[in-house]
């Protein structure tokens, strides 16, 4: 295809690239006068309308190569080597060699940019019509057809073009701000689209209703994707190939099926069981030791030597090339000396799953455990729980009409026991940490009552109180999701961990707070704790910082602890080994667990270990609870199917995507709720009838828990009820 | 709306308060508010019995009527638009005030302005130039303006421009000679008065100024929006302008409002120093001669004018940036 | 408590207690190096802080020259009239028309000065503290109240009301001086506190210290106040460079009672004797106006590099501790409400 001289050096690219757009030869990005590497060596092609997907651990250098590919490294990283395009005419291009006016050209209209955040990509005083007007006049196109082929863009992601373009960014929510930014970097129709984590601030069902978007556009508009994330099973559905990098410098490269199902770098290997998945067996979901090194000191040899447990004095010496390691597998290309033992000694867990699963046998042993925990008095008991904010009004509204009103947890229901697990699972704005910071009494309900022990916590000190109020706030503890902000920075860890000792032991000396604070990090894995008593928050690695916080609640030897999203802001080779510390010391301390999540696989993880339930929320209620094992295997809800769909798994069966199970993709407005069943608007099988009726929260028959569907009770008028517009008329009642 | 409504409504309110906030302050004077005043009238030959009558035709307020009553009179008086009469000046304090305030106002928006767009400029064009030579002179420069009052402006531009080099006048509003119209004579001659205090307190303002944009200008320029724009090709005048510009300024819109009180304060010294012919000049006249209706009118005035000043500058606020939406003024 | 409150003495706390115990000299020490040791490091490491440093205690030396009568003090024909500045090194800045050694003039009210800005300074920023971090933290009626109040403190313009009072109450005192002419520079200052305060509260850390049952005044203090310091400490700056302005600029014209001269006063019978109309008196303006700009510049450019203190980065950078790695920003971050 190419037709330059330097098309030559073949070694460096991939060999299963018939017809590359990009080919990017031994593109390297230094700082500090070529002292430092954030990219290194990377030489890679990139085939025309294929999804490429890249993964690696934050601080890997992934976003140095996503800048790369644009010529947009940011100042004052230095760009050596060779980046070629292809053009579809067939005439060829150096992005490095390009002029200015020629590269401002190249940009947005051959090759664009997704970034992550679509918050801080959009300019805040600018309408969304005005980014794409701009970006169209500056490109020479006409503003109303590029304006029309942006509505198309709009519609094809599920938006309404004219309100979106009449909005300013902080108008829109999240979700749509990301999918906005996706039509405005393909306003101009380019041939490549780089996305560098465009949907890691979302939540999962966001990011997986984007993907199956991206996957329509590609095919819709003819694109090249350049996919670049820290969440391997996430791109795993989308991508035709996959890349992984380590410490700046490409670890393997091949074909999705290859990577996930025969990787051959122990790092791959490693990831792929480190991730929490809702199919594999979880004894075998193995944390990664260590943490990847900073750019200044990059280990000798093979880079990943000092986490590998195959590693030999070859690799501590040799630095491995990135190459095609069998011959009759010509794709595939890793960076490992020893990539036989790899594939043998590590084995993957993913696509085992097996049907382990037996539905009747489940339900006999969780509703035992679950009666073995009714017993006595629960540790907390929600009745009728109403969270209602209202909004901020003015003058002149308070005499007209209601206030509008956010019902962020509307009349909830929900016990807890001692040593309880349970986790709450729902998307954004669905109300899940509003009730689990009701939960621990940090936010007063509306309605209904919250109690602890028996002793409604919001009257306690009063006159015929049993508990006192400093107890149960002593007693109900919290993690908050980013353990950075959750540190006072301006703090030492000693200050930081002495303050809950003030609560629980007002007598206890200097030196014995010390000596408390001292075992209890060497417990959460801080060791030596001298090395970090006089450190600043800043000077911790985010899983030191969350390890900081865990250590901060448990001083304070609580009673439950709300941990919210307490792993989503931690590397992903991490997580597991967090998760394990909490329900280590969970047992150990005799604590209840409330946990957080929008990701059904960490809840998964955290209920089947800690033999807990999952509550799912949709838009403040409760809509379906049970064990991890039964809503995995046999959602009643069909809200829980979606989040289930929205789970990305490592099963290269189930990996081809099938439509979403849902009509909508944005929540509703929580001011004014759907009628009837909430979940209407979006459900698959919505009647006639789930729009004037709600349906209640009831005991389902074969299986434990409780679920709020119409359609488990077969007698029911949904069954004679028509489907609302959009829904699939499938299903006939159960038996 | 509403928003707008309440805030207007809170002008009154404001007005209400100073008023009995300087009737108050009229108590407090040394002697209480009529023993000097009473001297100075007996001083004068007013005649022992009219001296009474003579107060009240002065400062609207009956001196043997109890506090309450003198409280509603002066209160009456000020929604009448009726602020008594200069002792001083023997004219009623309106009439001084009305000629008075457009000076000031003249004074201060032009000034305010001027610094405001030199000072971004200058700004602007350092954070730019972030650590060039250019970058570390001019922040140098804007921290030593910072340490300079605005009056020593004055007086050094004064001493040289004014009284050695005779370029600018050193007194009054206009020329004598002048008649009040529109012509081409009459501006040149407001100008040219006008012309050394406006360029003394422009220049003491526009420091800070610039310190602030180059700080917000850093900010902005370092935010991923700006990064987008420049991939998406926009030509560098309209990132300049539309990014970061626009957002570099904004957060400094507030500040005006602060600002906007310490300049008005400041035209006090201003105004005696160049004997500008304003509320300012006049206060301290007043202050000089013992002359409280004319100092409480004056001092009644410049607040009012700092109030609706603030309130317009509040209110267009919400229609700069779109973030804001009305009723939050959490910006100050 | 009670039961519960046990368990955790069940756990092995193993760790040696010899690596842990410290003696109240270690303690000591280290409380020195923490407030004093790597301030005066970080402080002294930014050329603006280090040369503010040196011109502020250029003036803390004249004050503590007046306070031990090591100079002169001014009076009338000491010398004679308009000696030009470093005519002779007796007088070294020259004297008045009537013969007053400058200098002597300038150190005579050094303290005054000093003690007004310090009172101004700690009046209006002390008083925007209370009242911005009450109002932000407590948020509700008390917040209503004080918004208002400190509304109705802005829409007074500063110079025009400190006029009238200085008419009422005859200032002469240098601290409550300072006071009157910050009287109402709180309000603004305590709303910018406030909006501080509003997002600090929101922060995890202070949810965190709350759901621990930390009183009130601790997260105030402990939490809240260190994170706003920096932005006090620059705005303490500002106000004393206020409190010089509006006082200098109130004693030329005239306005403050006065017993002795001082910056101000000098600058005005500058002014007014002659200082203006003739270039032989222009040292007479000159010298004044050099004592008070050299001191708000000093001021100036100790609070530019004063944030620094209070950042634990730039400490523990300057201070030579470890560094952790730098961290991309690529965390996901889910889940809000």
Redo the contacts between chains.
């Keep these: 295809m190419s037709t330059d001289s330097a098309a030559g050096n073949r070694a460096a690219s991939d060999e299963g690239v018939d017809d590359p757009i990009l080919e990017i030869d031994d593109a390297n990005v230094t700082y500090n006068d070529g002292e430092t590497y954030v990219l290194n060596d990377a030489s890679v092609s990139i085939d025309r309308r294929e999804i490429l997907g890249i993964v690696g651990e934050?601080?890997s250098g992934k976003?140095m190569f996503a800048s790369a590919l644009l010529d947009a490294v940011p100042d004052p990283g230095v760009l050596s080597g060779q980046i070629r395009y292809h053009r579809n005419d067939g005439s060829t291009v150096d992005v490095l060699e390009l002029s200015d006016e020629e590269l401002r050209q190249f940009r947005w209209e051959e090759v664009s940019m997704v970034f992550?955040g679509a918050m801080s990509s959009f300019n805040p005083t600018m309408k969304i019509r005005t980014h794409f007007t701009e970006t169209l006049k500056t490109h020479d196109r006409s503003v109303s057809e590029g304006i029309d082929f942006a509505r198309g863009l709009l519609e094809n992601l599920y938006l309404e073009p004219d309100r979106v373009l009449d909005s300013y960014p902080h108008e829109l929510s999240g979700g749509m701000q990301q999918r906005a930014l996706i039509a405005l970097s393909m306003v101009l129709n380019p041939e490549v689209l780089v996305m560098d984590?465009p949907t890691?601030?979302?939540?999962?069902l966001m990011q997986r209703s984007i993907l199956q978007l991206l996957d329509d556009l590609q095919s819709m508009y003819d694109l090249t994707i350049v996919f670049i994330t820290?969440?391997l099973p996430l791109v795993a559905s989308l991508a035709d190939r996959m890349a992984i990098i380590y410490a700046f410098q490409f670890a393997e490269i091949g074909p999705r099926d290859s990577i996930i199902g025969d990787s051959a770098h122990p790092y791959t290997r490693k990831l792929l069981n480190a991730t929490p998945n809702i199919d594999a067996p979880l004894v075998e979901m193995q944390p990664i030791d260590g943490?990847g090194?900073?750019p200044v000191n990059v280990p000798s040899g093979c880079r990943f030597h000092p986490r590998c447990s195959l590693a030999t004095e070859k690799c501590r010496a040799e630095d491995p090339q990135l190459d095609v390691f069998d011959e009759f597998d010509t794709d595939h290309r890793a960076a490992c000396h020893h990539w036989q033992e790899a594939r043998e000694e590590i084995p993957l867990n993913a696509g085992k799953a097996s049907d382990w699963y037996d539905a009747s046998d489940m339900a006999d042993r969780t509703t035992n455990t679950q009666q073995s925990k009714t017993d006595g008095q629960p540790l907390l008991s929600l009745t009728n729980v109403d969270v209602h904010f209202t909004k901020e009004q003015g003058l002149l509204e308070r005499f007209s009409g209601d206030p509008d009103t956010v019902r962020?947890v509307d009349d909830v229901s929900l016990d807890i026991q001692e040593q309880d697990l349970v986790c709450l699972l729902g998307e954004?704005?669905?109300?899940?940490?509003?009730l689990g910071k009701t939960m621990?009494g940090?936010q007063r309900p509306t309605g209904g009552s919250v109690e602890y022990r028996g002793q409604d916590i919001w009257t306690a000190d009063g006159s015929d109180s049993t508990i006192s109020h400093?107890?149960i706030?002593?007693?109900?503890?919290?993690i908050?999701?980013?353990p950075g902000?959750?540190?006072?920075?301006?703090?030492r860890i000693v200050d930081i961990l002495s303050?809950?000792l003030?609560?629980?032991h007002p007598n206890a000396s200097?030196?014995e707070c010390?000596?408390?604070i001292?075992?209890l990090l060497?417990?959460v894995g801080m060791t030596p704790?001298?090395d970090f008593i006089?450190?600043?928050?800043?000077?911790?690695?985010?899983g030191e910082q969350q390890r900081v916080?865990l250590a901060?609640a448990?001083?304070?030897?609580p009673?439950a602890i709300l941990a919210?999203?307490a792993i989503?802001?931690?590397?992903v080779s991490l997580r597991i080994e967090i998760m394990d510390l909490m329900l280590e010391l969970q047992s150990?301390?005799?604590t209840s667990f409330l946990f957080?999540?929008?990701d059904l696989s960490n809840a998964r993880y955290f209920a089947e270990h800690g033999d807990g339930r999952i509550a799912v929320m949709y838009l403040g209620e409760i809509v379906e609870i049970g064990s991890a094992e039964r809503l995995i295997h046999d959602p009643r809800h069909p809200y829980t199917e979606v989040l289930r769909w929205a789970t990305p798994n490592l099963d290269l069966d189930a990996m081809e995507a099938d439509d979403p199970p849902i009509r909508e993709i944005d929540v509703p407005d929580p001011v004014d709720p759907p009628s009837g069943c909430r979940f209407h608007t979006r459900c698959p099988v919505a009647r006639e009838v789930c729009r004037k009726e709600q349906p209640e929260l009831q005991e389902i028959n074969d299986g434990d828990g409780k679920a709020a569907c119409f359609r488990e009770h077969p007698d029911h008028e949904y069954w004679d009820s028509e489907p609302v517009e959009g829904a699939q008329r499938r299903n006939e009642p159960p038996n | 709306m509403n928003y707008y409504l309440r805030r207007t409504l809170?002008i009154p309110l404001?007005v209400f308060?100073?008023a009995t906030?300087?009737f108050g302050?009229i108590r407090?004077?040394?002697g209480g508010p009529f023993t000097q005043l009473r001297v100075q009238l007996l001083r004068q030959g007013v005649p022992a019995e009219q001296v009474d009558a003579r107060i009240q035709a002065l400062q609207n307020i009956r001196p043997d009527a109890p506090l309450w009553q003198q409280y509603l009179d002066y209160l009456v008086g000020v929604v009448q638009l009726d602020l008594g009469e200069s002792i001083s000046y023997g004219t009623p304090v309106l009439e001084i005030i009305a000629r008075a305030l457009p000076w000031t106002v003249l004074l201060v928006v032009v000034s305010t302005v001027l610094m405001f767009v030199i000072g971004v400029l200058i700004g602007a064009v350092q954070a730019y130039w972030e650590g060039s030579i250019f970058d570390t002179v001019f922040s140098g420069g804007s921290?030593?303006l910072?340490?300079?009052?605005y009056?020593?402006f004055a007086?050094?531009g004064?001493?040289f421009l004014g009284?050695?080099l005779r370029l600018f006048p050193t007194g009054n509003a206009v020329a004598r000679t002048v008649e009040a119209g529109f012509t081409l004579q009459y501006f040149t001659s407001v100008l040219h008065h006008a012309a050394l205090p406006i360029i003394a307190f422009t220049i003491g303002g526009i420091g800070s100024t610039a310190l602030n944009m180059r700080s917000n200008s850093i900010q902005v320029l370092g935010r991923e929006y700006v990064e987008v724009a420049r991939l998406r090709g926009l030509s560098d005048g309209r990132i300049a302008t539309r990014y970061v510009a626009q957002n570099a300024i904004l957060p400094m819109y507030t500040g005006l409002l602060?600002l906007l009180?310490?300049r008005?304060?400041?035209t006090?010294?201003l105004e005696?120093i160049f004997s500008y012919p304003g509320l300012?000049y006049y206060?301290?006249n007043a202050?000089?001669a013992n002359d409280y209706p004319l100092?409480?009118g004056?001092?009644l005035v410049?607040?009012v004018t700092?109030?609706v000043a603030?309130c317009i500058a509040d209110l267009t606020y919400g229609l700069i940036d779109p973030r804001i939406s009305a009723g939050d003024t959490?910006?100050? | 408590?009670?039961t519960?409150?046990d368990?955790?003495d069940d756990?092995?706390?193993?760790?040696e207690?010899s690596?842990?115990?410290?003696s109240r000299r270690e303690?000591l020490r280290e409380f020195g190096r923490r407030w004093v040791y790597e301030p005066a490091v970080i402080a002294w490491a930014d050329m603006?802080t280090r040369i503010g440093l040196l011109i502020l205690s250029v003036y803390g030396l004249m004050a503590l020259v007046e306070v031990f009568g090591l100079w002169r003090n001014p009076g009338t024909n000491q010398a004679d009239p308009l000696l030009k500045p470093f005519e002779t090194m007796q007088f070294p800045l020259g004297t008045t028309r009537s013969g007053v050694d400058l200098l002597a003039l300038i150190i005579d009210s050094t303290p005054f000065m000093l003690l007004m800005v310090l009172a101004g300074g700690v009046w209006a920023t002390g008083i925007a503290v209370l009242v911005g971090t009450i109002s932000g933290y407590k948020g509700g009626t008390v917040d209503n109240a004080i918004t208002s109040i400190s509304?109705?403190f802005?829409?007074?313009?500063?110079?025009?009301?400190v006029?009238?009072?200085a008419?009422?109450?005859?200032p002469e005192n240098p601290i409550f001086l300072g006071v009157i002419l910050t009287i109402n520079y709180w309000a603004?200052l305590g709303?910018?506190i406030?909006?501080q305060v509003?997002s600090i509260r929101e922060?995890?850390?202070i949810?965190?210290?709350?759901?621990?049952?930390?009183s009130t005044p601790r997260i105030i203090l402990?939490?809240v106040l260190?994170?706003i310091m920096p932005y006090v400490m620059v705005n303490f700056v500002l106000a004393a460079?206020?409190t010089?302005?509006a006082a200098?600029?109130?004693y030329?014209?005239?306005?403050l009672p006065y017993t002795g001269q001082n910056w101000g006063v000098t600058?005005n019978y500058g002014?007014e004797k002659g200082?203006?109309?003739t270039?032989e008196a222009?040292h007479w303006?000159l010298v004044p106006?050099v004592a008070?700009?050299?001191l708000?510049?000093g001021?100036?450019?100790v609070s530019?590099g004063l944030d620094r203190v209070?950042n634990?980065?730039v400490?523990?950078r300057l201070t030579g501790?470890?560094?952790?790695?730098?961290?991309?920003?690529?965390?996901?971050?889910?889940?809000?409400?």
């Excluded at chain 2, 910072?146 to 009052?149: D, E, H, L, T």
């Excluded at chain 3, 756990?11 to 760790?15: E, L, T």
């Excluded at chain 3, 802005?154 to 009301?161: Q, S």
Aim: proline share 5%.
């Design positions: 934050s601080g976003s992550q984590e890691a601030a979302l939540d999962l820290h969440d943490e090194p900073a962020a954004s704005g669905c109300g899940k940490t509003t621990i940090l400093d107890e706030r002593s007693a109900l503890q919290i908050h999701q980013d902000s959750a540190l006072n920075p301006n703090r303050e809950p003030r609560h629980t200097t030196n010390r000596s408390r001292y075992s060497e417990r704790p001298e006089d450190r600043y928050p800043h000077q911790l690695s985010g916080v901060r448990l001083l304070m030897n009673n919210d999203e989503s802001a931690v590397d150990e301390f005799d957080i999540s929008h | 809170r404001t308060a100073v906030l300087s302050l407090l004077l040394p921290i030593f910072m340490a300079v009052p009056y020593i007086v050094v004064l001493f009284y050695q602060l009180g310490f008005l304060g400041g006090v010294v005696e300012g206060l301290i202050v000089n100092m409480m004056c001092f410049i607040t700092l109030v603030v959490d910006g100050y | 408590m009670a519960e409150a368990s955790t756990i092995d706390w193993r760790s207690a690596a842990v115990e410290m303690r603006r509304d109705f802005m829409a007074i313009p500063g110079l025009p009301l006029i009238v009072l008419v009422a109450l005859k603004g709303r910018s406030r909006s509003l922060s995890s850390y949810e965190a210290a709350r759901t621990m049952g930390t402990k939490d260190p994170n460079r206020y010089i302005f200098v600029g109130l030329f014209l005239g306005v600058l002014y200082g203006l109309l270039m222009f303006l106006i008070i700009v050299g708000t510049f001021l100036i450019l530019q209070f634990p980065q400490r523990t501790e470890s560094e952790s790695i730098e961290e991309e920003n690529e965390t996901t971050t889910t889940g809000m409400m």
